[in-house]
């Protein structure tokens, strides 16, 4: 049906219009008042048109606006089962959350830099390695399988461990990770950063240290690191 408010009246004196416009002049109007008629009858049944154009708009407005609400709430309702999805596995999985810190290094940042991935800057995603862990690293770290490995947390440099550090703990606030998880970290990372042994001549220290870390980093103890074992 086409907008009845951009019809345009004919011109019923017009030769097309004749046969109508004769058959009111045989009931005894004349030419003029034959012609009036016909345009007072089309524009009644115009206006009639106009209502129910009006009608089916404000319908077809209703059944569109309806539509969005309703992909909005399945939109929403998709979201909330994939966060609470993610809650869940976070809550079952509680003891493998296992984030490689290379991925927020000076160096795993320039990598990421270098991905043919786009992502958010600030994105993570879970990826499950060969032993079962769950790990959590940026997205934009996700690389063609091809590429240069990873450094593994035992291996990395005393400096790398120090880069990666506030980066991780930024954004397992910014994930909402559980507070305990966060804490324990915290806690741990900065007993390690004070041992005497970060600051000993001999290299083997901090490795050894950095080589617990990655021990413990894995397992997620849920109390408190003891380094005593180190001495």
Request: proline share 5%.
């Amino acid at each position: 049906m086409e907008d009845p408010n951009e019809a345009i009246r004919p011109d019923f004196t017009s030769p097309e219009h004749q046969e109508e416009h004769q058959a009111l002049i045989n009931k005894g109007l004349l030419d003029q008042q034959a012609a009036c008629s016909l345009a007072a009858i089309w524009d009644v049944n115009n206006n009639t048109d106009k209502e129910h154009w009006a009608l089916r708009q404000l319908h077809l407005q209703d059944v569109r606006q309806r539509e969005e609400e309703e992909e909005e709430q399945h939109q929403q309702l998709l979201k909330d089962e994939q966060e609470a999805a993610c809650h869940e596995e976070r809550k079952k999985n509680k003891n493998k959350y296992a984030p490689l810190l290379h991925y927020f290094t000076n160096r795993g940042l320039e990598d990421a830099k270098t991905s043919n991935l786009l992502a958010e800057l600030d994105a993570l995603v879970m990826l499950l390695s060969a032993d079962g862990l769950h790990l959590w690293i940026p997205a934009a770290a996700v690389k063609d399988p091809k590429a240069a490995p990873i450094t593994k947390d035992e291996n990395l440099s005393w400096e790398d461990f120090n880069e990666a550090i506030p980066r991780m703990i930024s954004l397992m606030k910014v994930h909402d990770w559980p507070d305990d998880r966060v804490h324990m970290h915290i806690h741990f990372w900065c007993v390690l950063q004070v041992h005497r042994w970060c600051h000993a001549p001999d290299p083997l220290k901090q490795k050894a240290l950095l080589l617990y870390q990655s021990q413990q980093h894995c397992s997620n103890a849920q109390s408190s690191p003891n380094l005593t074992i180190l001495h």
